[in-house]
Structure formats: structure tokens, C-alpha cells
């Protein structure tokens, strides 16, 4: 039997769905999660980014602030129509509402979700997330290194 639950995320409807585990996804050549802080000025800020060093090559991206338990999920360069996400993690699942801004390159960032809530919990505790965009899924699987920098993201976040 499936739990499924409505949850409201910072204003955003979010689908959590239970009961259904999905092992981990192999690591994606060349991809890992990589953390940067931006400490200039009196609030400090952060990004994780599912990426590929040295290029722009960035299918996903948390910001928050330090201690906020704010986390922003964003892409950069998908679809300009894109209003929604879908991201899971072993046992949890979330949709994200958001919004698209199509200057040069479209920019879609989702409504926040806590840094302590139980997809974003389960993310840091896993290492890895599958997202679904306009019905195309990634999974975005780190290397050791990379569950490092969520690990650290998520306790910047959760203060």
C-alpha cells in the first residue's frame, strides 16, 4: 500500500509519496555535486549544483541562505514552459511548483521547501535524486566526494 500525502512547501502544492524505494542510480561519468559559499556581505549564501567541472553543463541546482531552512531548486537552459518538478530520493518524493523566466536562457526556480523536510532530508542521507522535467528524467548520483558537499549543503541550509 502507497502513502501519498499533500503537503504545502512554502506556498508550493507538494506530492510526497511513501512506500516505494528506489535504489541508487550508477554515478553519470563526469557529474558529481559540488558545493560554493558565497560569504561576502553580512548573509551568507550557497549553491549545490549537480554538475560537470568546468563547464555549464548544470541540469540542477539548490541555493539557500545559512541557517534559512530555505532551499530553492533551479534550472537553468530547460524547457521556457516549465512550471513544475518532480524530485525523489529512496522512499520520498516531492513535486515543486515554480516558475520559468525565458530572457536568453530560461530559467525555472521552484518554490522553497524547508532544508529539514523529509525529501530534502532523505537526499542528504542518500546521495543521490532522480528528477523528472517535462517527462524527462535524470538521476543525478554522487561520488564520495559529492555526498560531502550535500551533507555539508544541507547543514549550511538547516542552520
Known sequence: MMKRMMVSVGGALALVIGGSAIAAPAVN????????????????DAILA???DGTDDQPLNFTCEESGD???AGISGGAPDLTAIT???????VRLTGTTE???IPTFTAQEMPATFP???????NGWLRMTANGDTVDMTA?????????????????
Open 50 to 52: 549537480y554538475e560537470v
Open 70 to 72: 530555505r532551499v530553492f
Open 102 to 104: 525565458a530572457d536568453e
Open 143 to 159: 561520488t564520495p566526494r559529492g555526498k560531502q558537499a550535500i551533507a555539508r549543503f544541507a547543514a549550511f541550509c538547516a542552520g
Open 29 to 44: 561519468d563526469g557529474y558529481d555535486w559540488a558545493m560554493r559559499v558565497n560569504d561576502e556581505g553580512p548573509v551568507h
Open 87 to 93: 524530485l525523489e530520493s529512496g522512499d520520498q518524493r
Open 119 to 125: 525529501f530534502f532530508r532523505a537526499f542528504a542521507a
